[in-house]
């Protein structure tokens, strides 16, 4: 599986985006990449997935450059109840090879 | 739907013990997983399973694990004899074979091993 890289922590103003960065510049041509989070003690949320588009949801956007080997996840309108670890993870869409690998992530803190 | 169960939410056990951690996936997925997160080793895929049939179990530690999915609503998670080291916060997850794939998981139940 392909490998990302992401900021450990960032820090958002409650109401400004958000724009989560993450490198994967060894991605391979069948694999998406996915976005998830964690607030504390629960369980990780999907938030958005793409594969060469950019995607929109009703939690966010995610644009993904034309060479794919970067996205950026974006929250228009950053709440407290957003603050997580956000994850970038890369994969192939189902099948025998289907997993989530999950690295450290980026720890967003929305501040009042 | 009420999402993916897993029960219990705490167990504390005595090292040695055997440990049985037990999830529900959501009605109609096809995809089981099951994760483990510590602090120091991040979230970790153990075992996932398609179609009630493990497809990659690379991530069990050691043989002391096992996992099982006898039908389709139900899978568990044994551990034996259970060791300090296994303390952590265990996951399940659930998908569909069609769609985006995305995961829904449970709670998760925390794990203390003394």
């Known amino acids: 599986d392909a490998k990302t890289t992401q900021p450990p922590s960032m820090d958002c103003a409650e109401g400004r985006a958000a724009n989560l960065p993450c490198n994967h510049s060894?991605?391979?041509?069948?694999?998406?990449v996915y976005w998830y989070r964690q607030i504390h003690s629960q369980g990780p949320q999907y938030i958005i997935h793409g594969l060469k588009n950019n995607e929109t949801n009703e939690m966010a956007s995610l644009i993904i450059t034309e060479d794919r080997k970067s996205s950026t996840l974006i929250l228009p309108h950053a709440t407290l109840r957003d603050t997580a670890v956000y994850y970038c993870i890369v994969s192939p869409n189902g099948g025998s090879n289907y997993k989530l690998t999950f690295g450290k992530g980026t720890l967003l803190t929305v501040n009042p | 739907d009420a999402g993916v169960i897993q029960s219990p939410r705490h167990e504390v056990t005595e090292m040695g013990q055997e440990v049985t951690l037990r999830c529900k996936p959501i009605?109609?997925?096809?995809?089981l997983f099951w994760y483990r997160q510590t602090m120091m080793r991040g979230l970790e895929l153990l075992i996932y399973?398609?179609?009630?049939?493990?497809?990659?179990d690379s991530g069990m530690p050691e043989d002391r694990f096992s996992a099982k999915m006898p039908n389709a609503s139900f899978s568990t998670l044994k551990i034996q004899p259970s060791e300090p080291r296994d303390s952590a916060v265990y996951f399940c997850a659930s998908s569909s074979d069609t769609g985006s794939y995305e995961q829904y998981f449970g709670p998760g139940t925390r794990l203390t091993v003394t």
């Open positions: 399973f398609n179609n009630n049939v493990p497809i990659d």
């Open positions: 060894t991605i391979s041509g069948n694999e998406y």
């Open positions: 009605s109609g997925h096809d995809y």
